[in-house]
């Protein structure tokens, strides 16, 4: 189950895209509202900063659990790049070798477009697109990386590479320019072998069938509790027999996990709570052995521990880049709590039972108690791993049902990350060509920040963890559509109660009309705009955007017979005009019932079909009138951010009294720095 919800990359990261600004002077901000939120842009990604409210109101020792925190967050940053792909690390370092140190022309065009191509591949924490997992295209020659190559200090090349250089220019310029050669980090195509096809580094010298046996022979359907298997591990062959190669202190990424080990020792030690200091040396535990019963256990306490004001996530967890989904990417955040803001969540959570009770999926599928359902809003003040620099807006974590069962979970939505998509991407212009009319324009600029919040809130906080599995039913039996269908399933739960007038009892919503707007930006986004990701010709293969697709699609469908929602054509151009409201959401309510029961039951042949049937197939004509609409709009639709600097202050005794925040301008530059400063992977080469 997938509950890092990346609504970074969701509907909100389209609805929200770059105000097409070039780049902007470094601005350190007076003010909230003067912070200057917008870095850079390039090819199909903005670069945003976030601020850190409230920061210096913080206790000097909240601010150096932060610190060490952060420094763990950042210590895994290797880790990630190997996962994505075998050759990453030998890639960048090449890429930081020639930034550094090239001695030619840095002012002509093909330099800037190697450069262009270095932040690209920095963004996507490797050669592969983060969202769609094609391979990137250099937009450079052969000859070109040749020649920056032999102009650059070849002792920075890592290993003894410098001293061979033309076997390894030779070998770097196949995997980069052989569009046949590991063209896909994920392959979901039905009918491939997804193991194989992929080229993400999670299986090496084994086959999807091989990897399925492996797994259904550890697999116990008697276990009440049953660990994530394959969570934390490569799987590869030894003399002929399929095994793991498992993530741990003195096994795989032993020496970037260690550096982890070190950062959350020395958290733990200014942890201001009993309880915080457990989980952590749980945690510590977990990433020294990498026994998963000890990542269950750490996660049960974790989950319990509400009421810190600091708080983190740190481990290998999400798992969209397996197309299995069993391996898990490592990801960290650090954050400390919005405490007026989280009044809202608290709202939510503590009528969870009332929105569980009331929801219209079958009554043997809901949750009789629902337990430990906390929530609240953040700030983060550190991104890293697989949420750097593409950050969620919205979490929900432990991933193990048994666990949400049980001990409940936590969810949280990221304020100051959504602030600063709120505020970088105000009159882009994107609203007023997509939207059907003024009227819908005007509606949603009035209540699109609430809508998105309340949408967020409930998503996390009880869409994620609604609903239960039957007895029996095997946690993995969805398969590769396990990622789109929880999903949806959380975005369903959010979108039918959007329209609820529970949402104005409760004084959640000023207006119903907050309602409607989260419906009508939800299906512009899944029937219309989110395709200006893809490219012309290609299926939507991302989970997310394969939930959305769905949703809208068959919601269109089987609204039909009452034109619930309407495709209208006007001046050539594609609009989504929403008749009946409520209809829909009675239709949003049916989707949801069903996709609670393929869940429930583990029915993989209906949620497979669900998904092949509406989420994955573009209209080829649409496609290329929406493409021609958003590029004459100049904006990027994809976003990530440059994370603060976080600066401890020692006394003379070299103890840290107090941590300041520094804010930069420099994408490229921060990229480099982390190169330099948190590398901790050996390079293979």
Same mark, same amino acid.
């Given at each position: 189950?997938?509950?890092?919800?990346?609504?970074?990359?969701?509907?909100?990261?389209?609805?929200?895209?770059?105000?097409?600004?070039?780049?902007?002077?470094?601005?350190?901000?007076?003010?909230?509202?003067?912070?200057?939120?917008?870095?850079?842009?390039?090819?199909?990604?903005? @670069?945003?900063?976030?601020?850190?409210?409230?920061?210096?109101? /913080?206790t000097p020792g909240q601010k150096e659990y932060i610190y060490y925190l952060s420094e763990a967050a950042l210590a895994g940053r290797d880790i990630l790049w190997d996962q994505n792909f075998r050759y990453n690390l030998l890639i960048r370092k090449t890429l930081e070798a020639i930034i550094e140190s090239?001695?030619?022309?840095?002012?002509?065009?093909?330099?800037?477009?190697?450069?262009?191509?270095?932040?690209?591949?920095?963004?996507?924490?490797?050669?592969?697109?983060?969202?769609?997992?094609? =391979?990137?295209?250099?937009?450079?020659?052969?000859?070109?990386?040749?020649?920056?190559?032999?102009?650059?200090?070849?002792? =920075?090349?890592?290993?003894?590479?410098?001293?061979?250089?033309?076997?390894?220019?030779?070998?770097?310029?196949?995997? %980069?320019?052989?569009?046949? %050669?590991?063209?896909?980090?994920?392959?979901?195509?039905?009918?491939?072998?997804?193991?194989?096809?992929?080229?993400?580094?999670?299986?090496?010298?084994?086959?999807?069938?091989?990897?399925?046996?492996?797994?259904?022979?550890?697999?116990?359907?008697?276990?009440?509790?049953?660990?994530?298997?394959?969570? #934390?591990?490569?799987?590869?062959?030894?003399?002929?027999?399929?095994?793991?190669?498992?993530? =741990?202190?003195?096994?795989?990424?032993?020496?970037?996990?260690?550096?982890?080990?070190?950062?959350?020792?020395?958290?733990?030690?200014?942890?201001?709570?009993?309880?915080?200091?457990?989980?952590?040396?749980?945690?510590?535990? *977990?990433?020294?052995?990498?026994?998963?019963? +000890?990542?269950?256990?750490?996660?049960? !306490?974790?989950?319990?521990?509400?009421?810190?004001?600091?708080?983190?996530?740190?481990?290998? @967890?999400?798992?969209?880049?397996?197309?299995?989904?069993?391996?898990? $990417?490592?990801?960290?955040?650090?954050?400390?709590?919005?405490?007026?803001?989280?009044?809202? $969540?608290?709202?939510?959570?503590?009528?969870?039972?009332?929105?569980?009770?009331?929801?219209?999926?079958?009554?043997?599928?809901?949750?009789? =108690?629902?337990?430990?359902?906390? !929530?609240?809003?953040?700030?983060?003040?550190?991104?890293?791993?697989?949420?750097?620099?593409?950050?969620? /807006?919205?979490?929900?974590?432990?991933?193990?049902?048994?666990?949400?069962?049980?001990?409940?979970?936590?969810?949280?939505?990221?304020?100051?990350?959504?602030?600063?998509?709120?505020?970088?991407?105000?009159?882009?212009?994107?609203?007023?060509?997509?939207?059907? #009319?003024?009227?819908?324009?005007?509606?949603?600029?009035?209540?699109?920040?609430?809508?998105?919040?309340?949408?967020?809130?409930?998503?996390?906080?009880?869409?994620?963890?609604?609903?239960? /599995?039957?007895?029996?039913? &095997?946690? #993995?039996?969805?398969?590769?559509?396990?990622?789109?269908?929880?999903?949806?399933?959380?975005?369903?739960?959010?979108?039918?109660?959007?329209?609820?007038?529970?949402?104005?009892?409760?004084?959640?919503?000023?207006?119903?009309?907050?309602?409607e707007v989260a419906y009508d930006d939800y299906l512009r986004n899944g029937l219309l705009t989110q395709i200006v990701r893809i490219k012309p010709g290609k299926d939507i293969e991302q989970a997310h955007m394969r939930c959305r697709s769905m949703i809208s699609h068959w919601a269109y469908e089987k609204?039909?017979?009452?034109?619930?929602?309407?495709?209208?054509?006007?001046?050539?151009? $594609?609009?989504? +005009?929403?008749?009946?409201?409520?209809? /829909?959401?009675?239709?949003?309510?049916?989707?949801?019932?069903?996709?609670?029961?393929?869940?429930?039951?583990? &029915?993989?042949?209906?949620?497979? +079909?669900? @998904?092949?049937?509406?989420?994955?197939?573009?209209?080829?004509?649409?496609?290329?009138?929406?493409?021609?609409?958003?590029?004459? %709009?100049?904006?990027?639709?994809?976003?990530?951010?440059?994370?603060?600097?976080?600066?401890?202050?020692?006394?003379?005794?070299?103890?840290?009294?107090?941590?300041?925040?520094?804010?930069?301008?420099? *994408?490229?530059?921060?990229?480099?720095?982390?190169? +330099?400063?948190?590398?901790?992977?050996?390079?293979?080469?």
């Amino acid at each position: 189950m997938k509950t890092i919800s990346k609504i970074v990359i969701l509907f909100i990261m389209i609805i929200l895209s770059d105000n097409g600004c070039k780049n902007a002077p470094s601005s350190e901000p007076a003010s909230k509202d003067d912070f200057n939120y917008f870095v850079e842009q390039f090819e199909d990604i903005r @670069i945003l900063k976030y601020n850190l409210p409230a920061f210096e109101s /913080l206790t000097p020792g909240q601010k150096e659990y932060i610190y060490y925190l952060s420094e763990a967050a950042l210590a895994g940053r290797d880790i990630l790049w190997d996962q994505n792909f075998r050759y990453n690390l030998l890639i960048r370092k090449t890429l930081e070798a020639i930034i550094e140190s090239y001695s030619g022309d840095r002012k002509s065009e093909e330099y800037k477009a190697f450069l262009v191509y270095a932040k690209r591949v920095f963004f996507a924490n490797g050669i592969h697109h983060h969202y769609s997992s094609d =391979k990137f295209n250099p937009g450079f020659s052969k000859e070109y990386l040749v020649s920056l190559l032999n102009g650059s200090d070849l002792s =920075k090349l890592p290993g003894d590479l410098g001293q061979r250089v033309d076997k390894f220019a030779l070998f770097l310029t196949q995997i %980069l320019f052989n569009d046949d %050669l590991y063209a896909k980090k994920v392959e979901q195509r039905e009918g491939t072998d997804m193991v194989a096809g992929s080229a993400s580094n999670f299986y090496e010298l084994v086959t999807q069938k091989e990897v399925e046996e492996f797994y259904a022979s550890k697999a116990d359907p008697k276990d009440p509790r049953p660990v994530s298997l394959g969570l #934390n591990s490569k799987v590869i062959k030894v003399n002929g027999k399929v095994t793991e190669d498992v993530y =741990k202190s003195d096994g795989r990424y032993g020496s970037a996990i260690d550096t982890i080990v070190k950062w959350l020792g020395k958290a733990a030690s200014v942890a201001e709570t009993e309880m915080q200091k457990k989980e952590i040396a749980l945690l510590i535990e *977990y990433y020294t052995t990498g026994d998963l019963r +000890k990542w269950d256990e750490y996660n049960v !306490a974790w989950a319990g521990n509400t009421g810190s004001m600091v708080d983190y996530i740190n481990g290998f @967890i999400e798992n969209y880049e397996d197309p299995l989904g069993m391996k898990a $990417t490592w990801e960290a955040i650090v954050n400390y709590t919005d405490l007026e803001a989280s009044k809202r $969540t608290a709202i939510i959570t503590s009528n969870a039972q009332w929105f569980e009770d009331n929801s219209p999926i079958q009554p043997q599928y809901r949750k009789e =108690k629902v337990t430990g359902v906390a !929530a609240k809003v953040i700030n983060i003040a550190m991104l890293g791993g697989d949420c750097y620099p593409a950050s969620p /807006l919205g979490i929900n974590l432990p991933n193990a049902d048994w666990i949400r069962k049980e001990v409940g979970s936590k969810s949280v939505t990221l304020a100051n990350i959504s602030n600063a998509y709120d505020k970088a991407s105000q009159g882009n212009g994107f609203l007023e060509e997509f939207a059907f #009319n003024a009227e819908e324009v005007a509606r949603v600029k009035e209540f699109r920040t609430i809508s998105d919040a309340l949408h967020t809130d409930l998503h996390e906080c009880v869409g994620h963890a609604s609903g239960k /599995l039957a007895d029996g039913t &095997d946690p #993995n039996a969805l398969k590769n559509y396990a990622s789109p269908l929880e999903e949806a399933r959380a975005d369903l739960f959010a979108l039918y109660y959007m329209t609820d007038n529970k949402m104005k009892d409760l004084g959640l919503f000023p207006d119903m009309k907050a309602g409607e707007v989260a419906y009508d930006d939800y299906l512009r986004n899944g029937l219309l705009t989110q395709i200006v990701r893809i490219k012309p010709g290609k299926d939507i293969e991302q989970a997310h955007m394969r939930c959305r697709s769905m949703i809208s699609h068959w919601a269109y469908e089987k609204g039909k017979a009452e034109n619930v929602i309407e495709m209208v054509t006007r001046d050539g151009k $594609t609009y989504v +005009k929403i008749n009946d409201y409520q209809k /829909l959401r009675t239709l949003f309510g049916q989707l949801l019932k069903e996709i609670q029961r393929i869940k429930s039951e583990g &029915d993989f042949e209906a949620g497979k +079909k669900l @998904i092949e049937d509406y989420g994955v197939k573009i209209d080829q004509k649409l496609h290329a009138e929406v493409l021609d609409r958003y590029a004459k %709009l100049n904006l990027a639709p994809y976003t990530g951010f440059i994370n603060p600097i976080l600066v401890p202050v020692y006394n003379t005794d070299g103890k840290i009294t107090d941590v300041t925040v520094e804010y930069t301008d420099d *994408y490229l530059g921060q990229m480099m720095y982390y190169g +330099k400063n948190y590398s901790f992977l050996p390079v293979k080469n």
